[in-house]
């Protein structure tokens, strides 16, 4: 079947670095995807992976190994508003979004 | 990057009439769109999947009459609950394609039945 994994929650202090990781398992792969989600809003882009290796886009960086169907998020300089759901979706072979349930980002002063 | 716009992004209103939710990609044609639910505290979880033209595929348990979707065209869907109820109270989320890259949400639909 397939399955997306990632932790329900994590908890950091501003100004650190958390890294937020992702096990896939989907019918035929066509990308990774992560998204932010704030309470009460839609989910907004943050990345996209399709080969191996490391995206770095400004604090946000973004990790995909398909051999070992992973990825991880890397959230440098955390700021208050980073606090938001981050969301892993995989793209399957039909071009079909799997997502998983989302991780809980609490920022600590 | 580009823009989906959904509207109304709330709306209350009372069981058994029908709400009409509009998907609009405003700077692309979107070949694909996608209509999702969102439960509180739940990831987002698939209704069906529209391509202009043609008649939208279901998810399984989803109800086809009481969700209607149209795509007339290659920059509106629309997503009709008929005779809500208080349990199609929820948020509901669009989004379009461009081939089959990355997905561009629409800011999203509360909906309230009371």
């Known amino acids: 079947g397939q399955n997306i994994d990632q932790p329900t929650e994590m908890t950091a202090t501003e100004g650190a670095i958390v890294q937020i990781n992702c096990t896939y398992q989907?019918?035929?792969?066509?990308?990774l995807f992560w998204y932010q989600q704030h309470a009460g809003e839609a989910p907004t882009f943050l990345s996209y992976n399709v080969l191996d290796g490391l995206e770095e886009k400004g604090r946000f960086s973004s990790f995909l190994s398909r051999s070992k169907g992973y990825s991880y998020l890397l959230l440098k300089e955390l700021q208050m508003k980073d606090s938001a759901s981050y969301l892993c979706a995989s793209m399957d072979s039909n071009y079909q979004l799997i997502w998983g349930a989302g991780t809980k980002l609490i920022i600590k002063p | 990057g580009a823009v989906v716009s959904q509207h109304p992004s709330r709306v209350i209103c009372k069981s058994g009439t029908s709400v009409k939710i509009e998907c609009r990609s405003l700077?692309?044609?979107?070949?694909?769109m996608f209509w999702y639910r969102q439960f509180p505290k739940k990831s987002l979880m698939l209704m069906a999947t529209s391509n202009e033209g043609s008649k939208a595929t279901y998810e399984q348990g989803v109800e086809k009459d009481k969700f209607l979707i149209n795509h007339a065209s290659l920059t509106l869907s629309t997503l009709t609950v008929t005779s809500a109820h208080p349990e199609d109270s929820s948020f509901y989320i669009c989004?379009?394609?461009?081939?089959?890259?990355?997905?561009?949400f629409g800011q999203g639909t509360r909906l309230t039945v009371v």
């Open positions: 989907t019918s035929g792969f066509n990308g």
């Open positions: 700077d692309f044609q979107a070949t694909t």
């Open positions: 989004s379009a394609s461009i081939g089959d890259t990355e997905a561009f």
